[in-house]
């Protein structure tokens, strides 16, 4: 659930932040809304890892 609503926050954001920068470059909420959109990206990747890391057993040696 929070990584669908962290998605959907990071969609929101970047479309934001694009049609910021297009209408005005020199306007901060742009600038603010790309930066929030980079951190939630940074965050949701490790999300992503966190949920999906798994240490592999280690394997056994073949004994000839």
Do not use: C, Q
């Amino acid at each position: 659930m929070i990584l669908k609503r962290t998605s959907i926050l990071l969609l929101i954001s970047m479309i934001l932040a694009v049609l910021e920068m297009t209408v005005n470059p020199e306007f901060h909420l742009g600038r603010i809304f790309l930066v929030v959109s980079s951190i939630l990206l940074v965050a949701g990747a490790l999300w992503f890892v966190k949920d999906n890391y798994r240490i592999a057993p280690k394997a056994e040696k073949i004994k000839k």
